[in-house]
């Protein structure tokens, strides 16, 4: 049976990851060949590919010979149609801060938190939106406000109600909670790793921070835009224009629908 595959990495992209961040030894090298040749072998069986970002399908194409005709690219989709922005007005007080996540320490929770604490703490409060229980374990700072076990409604009104979404992540394919905020026109403060420039397109809908940027670098740029309402407003509303233009569940079923008009084309023709 003709079949396609969604995926938002591939074992060879996986695995540059870890490189990258310095976690390569035998044992992870000898369980990255095993994985990568058995996906080598295993997406023989598959006539079409629906990577969720550009560095899954180059991958696809460079590494493992998949010609790229049969990779649709499909983003992160969003229901746009119910996460939506608010009307909260810019330039009120307090800044709000936003870090939505459940791997507290691989989205370097502890450089926003030293951020915040240090530069921010006098002009801005922080949410943080987690269900790690390592969060549990921190003494967060004053003007920091935990939350666990929020429901998708209960997460949507804590995107409105925010400022900007700030996101240090080391490692990342193509995270759902940019996505998210980008669809609620909440700006995102992020970095360019794995497939996050597909989303945040800097100093359009977004701010792109150098990987290794310093607390005090955070901060800064933060204050920058807390400064510079004008520009933070023009965030704003790219961002939400970006997610109307790509991260429609419309133009989700119409690239799964591209892949499977030409699939059944492929198929005739044999």
Request: net charge positive.
């Amino acid at each position: 049976v003709p079949a396609g595959i969604l995926m938002d990495s591939t074992p060879d992209t996986a695995n540059q990851h870890r490189i990258r961040l310095g976690g390569q030894n035998l044992p992870r090298a000898v369980s990255h060949q095993l994985h990568h040749r058995a996906f080598r072998r295993a997406i023989r069986n598959f006539r079409y590919f629906f990577p969720m970002g550009s560095s899954a399908r180059d991958s696809l194409v460079d590494v493992y010979g998949v010609p790229r005709d049969r990779c649709f690219v499909t983003l992160a989709p969003q229901d746009t149609a119910r996460w939506q922005p608010s009307e909260r007005p810019l330039g009120h007080s307090p800044f709000r801060l936003l870090f939505v996540t459940n791997d507290f320490q691989r989205k370097r929770g502890s450089l926003l938190l030293e951020c915040y604490s240090r530069f921010l703490a006098e002009t801005c409060k922080l949410t943080i939106v987690s269900n790690d229980r390592a969060v549990g374990d921190i003494v967060l700072p004053q003007g920091t406000t935990w939350l666990r076990g929020k429901s998708k409604e209960e997460l949507l009104e804590v995107y409105q109600q925010s400022d900007l979404f700030v996101f240090p992540t080391r490692q990342d394919y193509m995270p759902q909670v940019v996505a998210e905020a980008l669809s609620t026109g909440l700006p995102v403060m992020t970095t360019p790793v794995g497939d996050i420039p597909d989303l945040v397109r800097h100093r359009e809908n977004g701010w792109l921070m150098p990987e290794h940027a310093a607390a005090e670098e955070w901060a800064v740029a933060i204050q920058t835009l807390l400064d510079n309402p004008d520009k933070l407003a023009m965030l704003r509303k790219n961002a939400r224009e970006f997610a109307e233009r790509t991260l429609t569940l419309e133009r989700f079923q119409q690239g799964f629908r591209s892949g499977i008009e030409t699939l059944l084309a492929d198929t005739s023709r044999h």
